[in-house]
């Protein structure tokens, strides 16, 4: 992959995640404290993976990816768990 398929990549995971942020807040007003701490701390990692746009690497590819996966899972949970 070159550099620019690399960032369009990275803008890619960067929408999903955004998305991703945007579902988790609203699914958080049904959500309890421990939900809500765990969030706080994924929270500060997806501003930071805005960083990961400007160095397009294997590394920052590898951060964004696994990022876009833990976010996913824990959206997964807040889902499940608000299930009755």
Do not use: C, Y
Not at 16 to 38: F, P, Y
Request: zero cysteines; glycine letters at 2%; hydrophobic letters at 40%.
């Amino acid at each position: 992959m070159n550099n620019v398929q690399a960032k369009q990549w990275m803008q890619e995971q960067m929408a999903q995640l955004r998305t991703l942020r945007d579902e988790v807040r609203v699914n958080l007003h049904l959500a309890g404290m421990e939900a809500r701490d765990r969030w706080q701390t994924l929270e500060p990692l997806v501003e930071d993976a805005e960083r990961l746009l400007e160095d397009v690497s294997d590394i920052s590819s590898k951060a964004l990816d696994g990022l876009v996966k833990r976010v996913r899972a824990f959206r997964q949970d807040l889902e499940d768990h608000a299930r009755p």
